[in-house]
């Protein structure tokens, strides 16, 4: 009967592992599926500003050793923590023992003297090392300077690449305004050649002018030729700046965009960034960090506590008290309850130190001096940042106003011209000019809007309340 419960159990048991390796198995291939379908999406595109940006800051060296640094920093202001406070802890601890031997007092009669014992402990304790001194809040502040660092550090490394990233795509959207403007450029000099062309049979101008018109037009060939390839130079770039295949498929938008400013004054968002920037915060960590490390100087003079307690109770089941005088086992009277206290102070006075002391007194003044010496040029370089990014996207509009109208008079000038030409009125020398004019108002007017978009971004990094991806998720 045992043996074919056993038997049962171990039969049921291997048909139970079978199910589930063969439901791990399909977890598995599932997931495997999943992140390849994934990768395959995220790989061949198509990628828009947001989706390069995203993966960029996926797939970097320098953000995944900053990322690694601020979980880093994080983990010892953790263990600085567990240093720091006092910790609780629960424990349930069970015990059991059994033994059977021929020794003790029946053995001369051959009988086993059985021992069996029991015990349950469930009890909850804390310990706390208090240096009177600080100590311990000195590493404590020391971490968290420490983790707003790695955090300013990643926070930088991504703004950057952020900016980068979004330069590199632009610049592709740029290239291919240029080239629409070179396609114009190749349609207006192909329409001046067969104007020049007909002025010639009709006798009315040289056969100079055709030339002239001829070499103007190959000029514009190759100019969109160049431009065509500068598209795909630059596409590869950015694929190359974000870590992904050189033929990846990017979705750029036809129209530039034009984010629009923030509407607070400057002051205010000078104000915003002072509150908000990662640099800033690590600096005035630091600051409270010296500052904690000056007030803690004299830590030596102070003892040392360690306190300890721990309550609970305790059951031994086998545990049985007898009446000395019947010999009858006693009634249980319930379960037994405890509790402890512990506290031991030291205390050590430095009586020669070598002036270790002195000179650690002028360290931590020194230090300090220079954490808030690194506040105050933080904080005015962001004040400065904030400032000049502000100024730089309003000159960047304004610009792009001035530049619109530019294109907008230059395209104009170009088509009165080459009617004039038709008709006789100017020279051919005349219509080129104007369509030189034209061709660079134009790719003033597709240069400042990039710049202004730049600018843009610029400024919403310089304020601290954008990250990387934020900084970019409406334009277009």
């Not at 304020?463 to 998720?473: E, K, P, Q």
């Amino acid at each position: 009967m045992g043996r074919s419960l056993v038997r049962y159990f171990v039969v049921k048991q291997s048909r139970i592992l079978r199910l589930l390796s063969v439901e791990v198995a399909c977890v598995v291939i599932a997931l495997v599926c999943a992140t390849e379908a994934q990768a395959s999406t995220t790989l061949n595109g198509p990628l828009t500003l947001n989706g390069a940006v995203d993966y960029a800051l996926g797939h970097n060296a320098t953000i995944a050793q900053r990322f690694a640094a601020v979980h880093q920093a994080e983990d010892n202001l953790a263990r600085q923590r567990l240093v720091a406070f006092p910790t609780v802890n629960g424990s349930l601890q069970s015990a059991l023992s059994k033994s059977a031997n021929f020794g003790g007092s029946f053995q001369i009669i051959g009988l086993a003297q059985n021992q069996v014992f029991s015990q349950n402990t469930a009890q909850i304790s804390t310990n706390y090392n208090l240096q009177s001194g600080g100590f311990a809040l000195l590493a404590l502040a020391s971490a968290r300077a420490q983790l707003a660092g790695t955090q300013a550090d990643l926070a930088n490394a991504e703004d950057q690449l952020a900016t980068s990233v979004t330069n590199a795509f632009y610049t592709v959207v740029q290239k291919q305004a240029i080239v629409a403007v070179d396609e114009t450029d190749v349609a207006y000099q192909s329409a001046l050649v067969e104007a020049a062309k007909v002025k010639e049979r009709a006798g009315v101008a040289a056969g100079v002018d055709v030339l002239r018109a001829q070499v103007a037009q190959v000029k514009s060939r190759s100019t969109l030729a160049g431009a065509s390839a500068d598209v795909d130079t630059a596409r590869e770039n950015l694929a190359q700046l974000i870590g992904t295949s050189l033929d990846t498929v990017f979705t750029f938008p036809k129209e530039i965009s034009q984010p629009p400013l923030p509407k607070q004054p400057v002051a205010d968002l000078e104000t915003m960034a002072l509150r908000t920037r990662p640099d800033v915060k690590s600096a005035r960590e630091s600051v409270f960090a010296a500052t904690y490390v000056r007030r803690g100087f004299d830590r030596e003079l102070f003892p040392q506590v360690q306190i300890g307690a721990a309550f609970g109770n305790q059951f031994s089941p086998t545990t049985v008290q007898f009446n000395p005088v019947t010999g009858q086992p006693l009634p249980r009277q319930g379960t037994p309850g405890f509790w402890t206290l512990t506290a031991t102070s030291s205390f050590t006075l430095p009586l020669v130190d070598y002036g270790a002391r002195h000179f650690e007194r002028v360290n931590d003044d020194a230090q300090l001096a220079s954490a808030q010496t690194n506040l105050e040029s933080t904080s005015v370089q962001a004040q400065a940042d904030v400032r000049q990014s502000y100024r730089s996207a309003q000159t960047a509009l304004e610009q792009v106003d001035y530049a619109n109208e530019e294109a907008r008079l230059g395209t104009e000038s170009a088509r009165i011209a080459q009617l004039q030409y038709a008709h006789g009125i100017i020279a051919l020398s005349d219509v080129l000019l104007a369509q030189e004019q034209s061709i660079t108002a134009q790719s003033d007017f597709v240069n400042a809007r990039v710049s202004y978009v730049d600018a843009v971004v610029k400024l919403r990094i310089s304020l601290g309340i954008y990250d990387a991806r934020s900084a970019v998720a409406d334009l277009r």
